[in-house]
């Protein structure tokens, strides 16, 4: 999960392939609604969990310098490799300190913060619910260091819906990379015409559209939803 700044989204690397889609395109169904999408492939953090790096920083300073360490924490190429897994959080939280002037004790307790903070965002769950209660296939993809993703794993009433789940830090992968997209379509044994991908990020879902799979940008659960009715995933 990656920090969204105002210039670009961080803590996910450049999207893949030449894709030539606006922004309103990708909202609005990619390439149009496919009816014979059995597989349903949710991204977690700002879709089904909140996902706020700045509210985590201020859970432990609450002051004007939240934003400026939010940025450092959650923007810089570390916590991508956090999310690929190839960093601990332990070892990220030693790299910010060696390059930041913030007492150590606040840089340990805003990276502790982090898996806590991922509260379920009840619309989208209930989303979910009616997708698993209609008899559809439900996957998640997400980038998620390893520590918060054991967290949602235990904590998270929704996990049960999924019948896999695959983790950027359990694959060594990262979204929008196609070979993430590869990895999950083969280690679940799915077709990417037979899936709908889900994510708030424009970057992963024009990989995903790139790859075969139909896809849309989250906006809320109520956009959501219209995308799914359209699709003939959910009633009206």
């Not at 991508?80 to 990220?92: C, F, K, M, P, S």
């Not at 996957?139 to 390893?146: D, I, T, V």
């Not at 929704?158 to 993430?180: M, Q, T």
């Not at 590869?182 to 709908?196: E, K, P, R």
Request: with cysteine.
């Amino acid at each position: 999960m990656g920090y969204q700044g105002s210039s670009a989204v961080v803590g996910k690397t450049a999207a893949v392939g030449a894709v030539s889609m606006t922004t309103d395109n990708l909202m609005n169904k990619g390439q149009g609604p496919r009816e014979q999408v059995v597989n349903v492939v949710f991204d977690l953090g700002n879709v089904l969990v909140r996902w706020d790096p700045v509210a985590i920083v201020r859970s432990v300073i609450d002051g004007p310098g939240a934003v400026r360490l939010a940025e450092h924490l959650f923007t810089h190429h570390d916590w991508i490799e956090v999310d690929r897994g190839t960093l601990t959080l332990e070892q990220a939280a030693e790299r910010a300190i060696e390059r930041t002037e913030v007492d150590d004790a606040i840089i340990h307790a805003a990276y502790a913060a982090v898996a806590p903070s991922l509260q379920t965002l009840p619309e989208s769950v209930a989303l979910l619910e009616s997708l698993h209660q209609q008899g559809h296939t439900l996957y998640a993809l997400s980038n998620m260091g390893q520590v918060s993703a054991d967290y949602l794993e235990r904590q998270a009433g929704f996990w049960r819906y999924f019948k896999a789940v695959a983790i950027s830090s359990r694959l060594g992968l990262v979204k929008p990379e196609p070979e993430i997209f590869h990895a999950m379509l083969t280690q679940f044994g799915l077709a990417a015409s037979d899936c709908l991908f889900i994510d708030d990020s424009k970057e992963n879902v024009q990989a995903a559209l790139a790859l075969g799979l139909d896809a849309f940008v989250f906006q809320d659960a109520e956009q959501c939803r219209g995308e799914l009715q359209a699709r003939g995933l959910l009633g009206a």
